[in-house]
């Protein structure tokens, strides 16, 4: 049976960083392509970035956060820098068995979805 856990999350001030962690058990993420999503209150759900061959990134977040895989740990990090109250949201940790650069923020090809992990930026 898979599961993936997130956690990681928490309230942070505005230009602070955070680091998500994506565990799974009953899968190798190292095997498989890996996103993190995020829902806001009131929004849809939003690709941020995926990891697989390449890594991609929403345009909101580019160049302030990185996806990484820790193959040792069967773990994928997301590490959040210049956070800002727009980042506030749930963020999910998801697994395909690959996406590519056409396909990565597609949610409805993930298989396996993790319960989230809240994310507040606020002063």
């Known amino acids: 049976q898979v599961q993936i856990v997130e956690s990681g999350g928490g309230l942070v001030q505005p230009g602070g960083s955070l680091r998500l962690s994506c565990s799974a058990s009953?899968?190798?993420?190292?095997?498989?392509?890996v996103g993190w999503f995020r829902q806001a209150p009131g929004k849809e759900r939003e690709a941020v970035s995926a990891?697989?061959?390449?890594?991609y990134y929403a345009d909101s977040v580019k160049g302030r956060f990185t996806i990484a895989r820790d193959k040792a740990n069967n773990m994928v990090y997301l590490q959040m820098n210049d956070l800002r109250p727009e980042d506030t949201a749930v963020y999910y940790c998801?697994?395909?068995?690959?996406?590519?650069?056409?396909?990565?923020?597609?949610?409805?090809?993930?298989?396996?979805w993790g319960q989230g992990t809240q994310v507040t930026v606020s002063s």
């Open positions: 998801a697994t395909d068995r690959f996406v590519g650069a056409n396909s990565w923020f597609r949610s409805n090809l993930y298989d396996f």
């Open positions: 009953g899968i190798v993420l190292n095997d498989n392509s």
């Open positions: 990891i697989s061959s390449y890594a």
